[in-house]
């Protein structure tokens, strides 16, 4: 009994990994077609390709946007997701709590704190732009976990 309960554990691990690998190798695809400039599925995968044998050399707009644009947001969302799991996991093993909610610690608040006092201040800082306010309310969100 207890080998079967092992093997269908670690079945369901595969299951998730693998489906979870697919989404993400998915969505990433998916996102290299999105934006404001039309690019259709297969102008992104030959895009994408082309990108890979020549080394990064563009030979149009569309593979210049997917080089400079697309694959650089996409490679960041896939690391921010990977960081805030990781920081979920962490939190979790921190606090000891099954139930760890953001609103209840607190930290949902202390990101919407920071944001919400930075914008009203006026808060700029040349060169970061539309990145200062997820950084602001991760300071905002660490204070109010500590």
Do not use: C
């Not at 805030?84 to 909610?101: E, F, H, K, T």
């Amino acid at each position: 009994m207890e080998g079967t309960k092992a093997s269908r554990a670690k079945f369901k691990l595969a299951l998730v990994l693998g489906l979870g690998s697919l989404s993400i190798v998915l969505l990433f695809i998916l996102s290299l077609t999105t934006g404001a400039m039309e690019i259709s599925f297969n102008n992104a995968m030959s895009g994408l390709w082309n990108l890979i044998q020549n080394g990064g050399a563009h030979e149009n707009t569309q593979e210049l946007v997917l080089w400079q644009i697309r694959i650089p947001r996409a490679l960041g969302v896939i690391a921010v997701g990977v960081g805030l799991s990781v920081a979920g996991a962490v939190m979790q093993a921190l606090i000891r709590n099954p139930l760890v909610d953001p609103y209840i610690t607190g930290v949902s608040s202390g990101a919407a704190l920071g944001v919400t006092t930075a914008v009203l201040a006026g808060v700029t800082i040349a060169g970061l732009g539309v990145y200062l306010t997820p950084i602001i309310a991760f300071i905002g969100a660490v204070m109010a976990f500590l």
